[in-house]
């Protein structure tokens, strides 16, 4: 029996950045879906099952620390990793982001070669996930 594709969820308020990010992860065995607000990235994670959550910081109507606190305070969402992908790159972002209860944290400008490791990293770690 196979784990079905290796969802990802990017929640990203710039339309060029999300697609940029749906171009390099999408792949066969990879789908990736997108919110463009803190409100609807919250919604899609809680009504959809990912592998990964890659969230911006600043995002309108909540916030991505907000979000990451929210999903990680669910015990549906808690365990689904969460990395930030941002360009708000002060130690005290980090640390905010980390005391939420990200997994990781992902500077803008990023490096494709590092998302495409990111998610190729979780996918051989994977065991299925169950069904919502």
Same mark, same amino acid.
């Given at each position: 029996?196979?784990?079905?594709?290796?969802?990802? $969820?990017? =929640?990203?308020?710039e339309p060029v950045i999300r697609e940029? @990010?749906?171009? *390099? /992860?999408?792949? #066969?065995?990879?789908?990736?879906?997108?919110?463009?607000?803190?409100?609807?990235g919250l919604k899609l994670a809680r009504?959809?099952?990912?592998?990964?959550?890659? $969230?911006? =910081?600043?995002?309108?109507?909540?916030?991505?620390?907000? @979000?990451?606190? *929210? /999903?990680?305070? #669910?015990?549906?969402?808690?365990?689904?990793?969460?990395?930030?992908?941002?360009?708000?790159?002060?130690?005290?972002?980090?640390?905010?982001?980390?005391?939420?209860?990200?997994?990781?944290?992902?500077?803008?400008?990023?490096?494709?070669?590092?998302?495409?490791?990111?998610?190729?990293?979780?996918?051989?770690?994977?065991?299925?996930?169950?069904?919502?």
């Amino acid at each position: 029996m196979t784990a079905g594709p290796f969802r990802i $969820l990017v =929640v990203e308020d710039e339309p060029v950045i999300r697609e940029l @990010v749906r171009s *390099m /992860l999408t792949e #066969d065995g990879v789908e990736v879906e997108c919110a463009e607000n803190g409100v609807e990235g919250l919604k899609l994670a809680r009504t959809q099952r990912f592998d990964l959550i890659l $969230l911006d =910081v600043v995002l309108p109507l909540m916030d991505g620390i907000t @979000v990451c606190r *929210m /999903l990680k305070a #669910d015990a549906n969402t808690a365990s689904v990793p969460l990395h930030m992908l941002t360009a708000k790159a002060k130690k005290t972002d980090v640390e905010a982001a980390t005391k939420a209860g990200a997994n990781g944290y992902i500077h803008k400008p990023f490096r494709g070669a590092e998302l495409i490791d990111l998610v190729a990293g979780l996918r051989a770690a994977r065991t299925p996930a169950a069904t919502r």
